[in-house]
């Protein structure tokens, strides 16, 4: 089972960013999936979640507004799109693959964890 995160980069303050996370292996159309963020020096947070069919959906605060994650199951693949990011936005984002179906922002509910792709926001 492999979850491979891609899209990242450099981007100006205000920029966007779209993250891919495409799964092989096995499919999670079941399941919850859910982008998380390190930030070098900090601990590991949530960002976003969406349930199996997309129809539940939890940001963080800090990215509501900004951020949509959506999903498509026919390509096993989650996305996340960025807008409007900042210099705090930066960070490795990681994806990973809930237990069950609808999401949570603790990272005990998730099984399965993608590589990271690194997010630049410059200043």
């Known amino acids: 089972v492999q979850l491979q995160a891609s899209g990242g980069g450099l981007v100006d303050i205000g920029g966007s960013l779209r993250l891919s996370c495409a799964a092989s292996g096995r499919t999670f159309s079941n399941n919850a999936m859910g982008w998380f963020r390190q930030a070098p020096g900090k601990e590991r947070e949530f960002v976003a979640t969406?349930?199996?069919?997309?129809?539940?959906?939890l940001y963080a605060d800090s990215v509501k507004g900004r951020f949509t994650i959506s999903r498509d199951n026919a390509k096993n693949t989650v996305y996340l799109q960025m807008n409007s990011l900042k210099p705090e936005d930066t960070a490795v984002y990681y994806c990973a693959a809930g237990r069950f179906a609808i999401g949570s922002s603790s990272m005990t509910q998730y099984a399965y964890w993608g590589q990271g792709t690194l997010v630049t926001v410059s200043s």
């Open positions: 969406i349930s199996w069919k997309g129809s539940s959906i």
